[in-house]
C-alpha cells in the first residue's frame, strides 16, 4: 500500500469501527448506519496529504489511534498504560500545547502521556530504539577502542503453533537463567567487558510466537569459546524439556559484529522499527529472526482487516505488558567501565515529548477540545497543521468545530475537573 493510498484509508478510522460495531450490535441494516457528513473527513483528508510529513511517523501515529480502537474493542483493562498513549493528559498539566517546529515538518503536543513500551508501542517503541541504537553504537566503539571484539549471539528455542506467548515466556526465563549461573558463563564473564541484551518476539503462521534473546558481547580477543556457550544452551533446553534435533541445528547462532552498524541493529531488531534494523543488520541476521513482529501484525490488522493478526497482537501486547518486558538491556557495570553516565534512562523518559528551545507555542487546547480531536482520530493532522501556524490550527478546529486555540491554560482548572478521570492519566 502507498503513502497516498494508506493515509485517506486511516482517515476516520475510527468512526467506522463506531458505527460497524454498533449497526452489528443492534442487528440493524448497513444503510441505517451510514455516516452523516462529517467535517473532519472534509478538512483533514486534503491537509494531510498536501503537507506529507515522513510516512513513518504518519503511519505510527495512525497505528497508535488504531491500536486504541483495539483495546476499546477488546474491553482491555483501563489500567493498561499503552491504552492511554498519546491520548491522556498529563496529571499536572490543564490541556495541551499545540507547539510549531521551524526544523520539521510537523509541529509537537505538549502534556500529553506517553506509555514508554519499547517492543509493542507504533510511537514509543521507533523512538526508544532511535535513542537506545546510538548508546549502543557508542559503546561498541569505545569497547572496540578498549580492545575488546564485539559478538552477536542469538538464542531460541523450538516451539509450536497453539502454544502460549506467556508460557514460552516463562521457559525462555528459565533458560536464561541456567545458563547464566552456569561455571562456564562465570568463566567466560572473567574475560568480558559486558553485553547488551535485546528481546525480540515475532511471530509466524506455521510456528505461532517465537520469543527469542540476542546478546551483543564484548571479550577480549581469542577467549570467547562459541562451542561451550552452545553447548550451555542446549543443555538449559534439555533441563526445560526443549531439546530437538532442530534446536541443536538452529537454536544457537554466533557471528561477529565488525562495525557500528551492526552495533545498532541488536536496538533496533528487538523493537518495531523492523524494516530499518533488518537493512542495517542483514548481514549478521539469522534465520532465527524472521517472522512478523508487533508492528507488523498491527499493520497486517489495519490495512488487511486481517482479524487473525488483530487477535494475536492484542494477546502479545497483554503478555508483553504484564511481563513488563523490555526491548533492550544492559548488564551490570558495562555503562561504568565504558564511561557512559551510569544512571540509565527509562523508556518512559526516552518515549517523552520534549521540548526544545526552537519550538513555537502557538496556544492550548481544553480537554474538551482534545476530547474532539481524538474523537476524531486526527492528533497527527493537528500537528501538521501546526506548521502552518495558529491561524492555520484555528482554522483546522473550526473545520470540526472544536473552537479556537487557548492563551491561558490556567483558565482550564474549569474543564479538568469534569474531565479528570476521562482524559487524565
Ligand atoms: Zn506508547
Same mark, same amino acid.
Given at each position: ?9 486511516? @482517515? ?19 444503510a441505517e448506519a451510514a455516516p452523516l457528513g462529517n467535517n473532519a473527513d472534509l478538512v483533514a483528508a486534503p491537509d ?47 490541556? @495541551? ?16 502521556? @506517553? ?12 523512538r526508544i530504539a532511535a535513542f537506545r541504537a546510538a548508546e549502543v553504537a557508542e559503546c561498541f566503539k569505545r569497547a ?282
Amino acid at each position: 500500500m502507498t503513502q497516498a493510498e494508506f493515509l485517506p484509508a486511516c @482517515v476516520g478510522f475510527g468512526r467506522r469501527f463506531e458505527r460497524a460495531g454498533s449497526a452489528e450490535g443492534r442487528g440493524a441494516p448497513a444503510a441505517e448506519a451510514a455516516p452523516l457528513g462529517n467535517n473532519a473527513d472534509l478538512v483533514a483528508a486534503p491537509d494531510i496529504l498536501a503537507l506529507l510529513p515522513p510516512c513513518g511517523t504518519v503511519t505510527a501515529w495512525m497505528m497508535r489511534a488504531y491500536a486504541r480502537e483495539i483495546f476499546t474493542r477488546g474491553c482491555v483493562t483501563p489500567r493498561l498504560r499503552m491504552r492511554w498513549c498519546g491520548s491522556k493528559i498529563s496529571k499536572r498539566e490543564f490541556g @495541551v500545547e499545540v507547539y510549531r517546529r521551524p526544523t520539521l515538518s510537523y509541529g509537537r503536543l505538549g502534556g500529553v502521556c @506517553v506509555c514508554g513500551q519499547s517492543l509493542c508501542c507504533p510511537v514509543c517503541a521507533p523512538r526508544i530504539a532511535a535513542f537506545r541504537a546510538a548508546e549502543v553504537a557508542e559503546c561498541f566503539k569505545r569497547a572496540a577502542s578498549m580492545g575488546y571484539e564485539a559478538r552477536l549471539v542469538t538464542f531460541t528455542m523450538p516451539h509450536s503453533l497453539g502454544e502460549n506467548l506467556d508460557v514460552l515466556l516463562e521457559l525462555q526465563r528459565r533458560a536464561w537463567a541456567i545458563v547464566a549461573h552456569s561455571r562456564s558463563a562465570s568463566k567466560r564473564r572473567r574475560y568480558s567487558l559486558g553485553y547488551h541484551l535485546g528481546n525480540e518476539i515475532t511471530w509466524g503462521n506455521s510456528n505461532g510466537w517465537h520469543p527469542h534473546k540476542h546478546q551483543l558481547r564484548y571479550d577480549k580477543p581469542g577467549t570467547y569459546c562459541a562451542e561451550s556457550d552452545r553447548a550451555d544452551w542446549l543443555s538449559a533446553l534439555d533441563n526445560i524439556g526443549r531439546k530437538t534435533a532442530g534446536a541443536e541445528r538452529r537454536a544457537f547462532d554466533c557471528g561477529t559484529v565488525g562495525d557500528e552498524a551492526g552495533a545498532r541493529y541488536v536496538a533496533k531488531l528487538a523493537t518495531s522499527v523492523e524494516a530499518q534494523g533488518r537493512a542495517v543488520g542483514s548481514e549478521i541476521a539469522s534465520a532465527a529472526t524472521k517472522g512478523r513482529n508487533f508492528n507488523s501484525l498491527l499493520r497486517s490488522s489495519f490495512a488487511d482487516r486481517d482479524h487473525g493478526a488483530t487477535s494475536t497482537w492484542l494477546e502479545g501486547v497483554l503478555v508483553v505488558t504484564s511481563a513488563k518486558l523490555a526491548s533492550v538491556r544492559w548488564s551490570r557495570g558495562l555503562r561504568s567501565v565504558v564511561g557512559l553516565s551510569v544512571e540509565e534512562p527509562s523508556d518512559e523518559a526516552v518515549a517523552a515529548e520534549t521540548v526544545t528551545e526552537q519550538d513555537q507555542l502557538l496556544g492550548c487546547l481544553t480537554p474538551m477540545q482534545w476530547a474532539g480531536i481524538l474523537r476524531h482520530s486526527v492528533e497527527f493532522h493537528l500537528c501538521c497543521a501546526a506548521q502552518n501556524g495558529r491561524s492555520a490550527v484555528n482554522s483546522f478546529l473550526s473545520g470540526l468545530e472544536l473552537g479556537q486555540l487557548c492563551d491561558d491554560p490556567a483558565s482550564f482548572h474549569v474543564y479538568a475537573g469534569r474531565w479528570d478521570k476521562k482524559l487524565k492519566c
